[in-house]
Structures are given as C-alpha cells and as structure tokens.
C-alpha cells in the first residue's frame, strides 16, 4: 500500500518548476486599482500583507500551480510555503512574484525552485 501512495504522488503532483523570482507589494503601482484583493479575490491585511504567504504567478505557470495551490519555494531570501493566490501581468512567462511588506529587502532571484505541496 505504501508503494503505492509513493508511486501515486509521483504521477498526480509534486510538480516542480526552475523561474525567475521577484517580489511585490500591496500597492496600486504594482498590482491594479484594488490592492487590497488578489486575482482570486482573498482580502488582503495591508497593515502586513505578508503574513499571508501569498505568491503571484505568470500566466503560463497557471496549469502546473494554479490559483490557491500550496507551494514550497527555494532559492531566494523568502525560502518558504506559500499558497498562489494572485496571477501576474501577462508580459511575464516563468516567472512568480512574492508579496512582502513595505519596507521589506527587494531582490530578483533566479534559478529558484517552486514545488508542489500536495
């Protein structure tokens, strides 16, 4: 039975990615006319938004984690679990965005890993 499962999560999930990594925050030059709600609608602490663990991706990375999917990053500063709950401008490809909080390190990472929580 436990092969089984192993053999299971092996072919349903565990979907694994190498993107470019940047961060963003809540705030209407870097999101849209609403920061306060992601593309998926979840109502956003903006007095700390990062408390929520909340990443964007490009579209194209949709399929493999969509919208409310656990993941797991590694590579960057924000080395984590997240949950994807907002989805970038459609001129970014392999690409996610981490929201932190004003005032927080800026920085760009790549050959960062995202995995899928199952």
């Known amino acids: ?5 192993i053999v299971l999560v092996t072919f349903l999930g ?3 990615s ?4 940047t961060v ?29 663990r909340i990443i964007a991706v490009s579209r194209d990375l949709l399929e493999d984690f969509p919208i409310h999917s656990r993941v797991r990053i590694e590579g960057t500063d924000y080395d984590g679990e997240y949950v ?3 989805k970038m401008n459609k001129r970014y490809t392999n690409r996610i ?5 004003k005032g927080m390190p800026i920085g760009k990472w790549e050959d960062v890993i995202i995995r899928k929580i199952i």
């Open 18 to 21: 190498r993107v470019t990594c």
């Open 24 to 52: 963003y925050n809540a705030v209407p030059e870097q999101t849209n006319s609403d920061p306060e709600h992601t593309a998926s609608m979840f109502k956003l602490d903006l007095s700390n938004p990062y408390k929520h």
């Open 84 to 86: 994807v709950e907002d």
């Open 1 to 5: 039975m436990r092969l089984f499962f």
């Open 97 to 101: 965005d981490i929201l932190i909080n």
């Open 14 to 16: 565990n979907k694994e």
